[in-house]
């Protein structure tokens, strides 16, 4: 049985590559987001080192599309040498990867090499890592209520003898996180006084704690991870009652 408050899954909202790169003068903002993916990997070394077993991280969402074509090719060619390039890393440290969202609308190749990475790692036990990539909340609640009405109409779900907590239970089975915990907190760096979500997984942090840092993604620090489970540890959480 977990302790009260222990840290199952943290979800974490990684922004402020663009606004870093710009402020180290760098040449291009997709020199930030290659900051931002070593960064990640920290992220996961910090995680196993804290004993939270779950990691879910936003990467690029349904909406960053919108962004300039030289970023969206930039952000997508180190998506892949990220993956074709650390998947030794990974394995060696015990870090499952997985990637949450659309991949539809991604290249022929970019989803082979994804899906060839989750295939190599889908042993390892230390680290659940999620990376949400071409995902949005209301996105993935979409595909989710697709699947679940596709279920009902083969037979498989007798939709009109549920109950909600039996809805609850196959509608959780149809999103992208299928099989993994509620998150309890989101750490969202690069916040600058600005205190959203933006779609990250709304189902699976309607009770999350919330903690919003003035920290560009590629400073965020290990002190920084810690400061955020001691202040989660703190609060008293009800869930409602």
Not at 121 to 150: H, M, P, S, V, W
Request: glycine share 8%; aromatic share 12%.
């Amino acid at each position: 049985m977990a302790e009260k408050n222990e840290l199952i899954h943290l979800g974490v909202i990684m922004d402020g590559n663009r606004r870093w790169a710009k402020s180290h003068y760098l040449k291009s903002v997709v020199e930030g987001h290659k900051i931002g993916a070593k960064r990640f990997m920290d992220l996961c070394s910090w995680c196993i080192d804290e004993n939270i077993p779950n990691v879910t991280v936003y990467a690029f969402s349904t909406e960053n599309w919108n962004r300039s074509d030289e970023e969206v090719q930039g952000i997508f060619k180190l998506l892949e040498y990220f993956f074709e390039t650390e998947i030794d890393s990974c394995i060696k440290n015990g870090v499952r990867l997985r990637i949450m969202g659309d991949r539809m609308r991604l290249s022929e190749n970019t989803q082979k090499i994804i899906t060839n990475a989750e295939i190599q790692t889908k042993e390892c036990k230390k680290l659940n890592a999620q990376i949400a990539f071409n995902y949005g909340g209301r996105d993935e609640i979409f595909r989710a209520a697709k699947t679940l009405f596709k279920k009902v109409q083969n037979g498989i779900i007798q939709f009109e003898n549920l109950s909600f907590k039996d809805f609850e239970k196959e509608f959780e089975k149809c999103l992208d996180t299928s099989g993994l915990p509620m998150i309890d907190l989101i750490i969202r760096t690069g916040a600058g006084g600005r205190k959203r979500t933006s779609g990250f997984f709304p189902w699976q942090t309607v009770y999350a704690e919330l903690d919003f840092l003035d920290v560009l993604w590629p400073d965020f620090s290990k002190d920084n991870l810690r400061d955020a489970i001691s202040l989660y540890k703190g609060v008293e959480r009800k869930f409602g009652s």
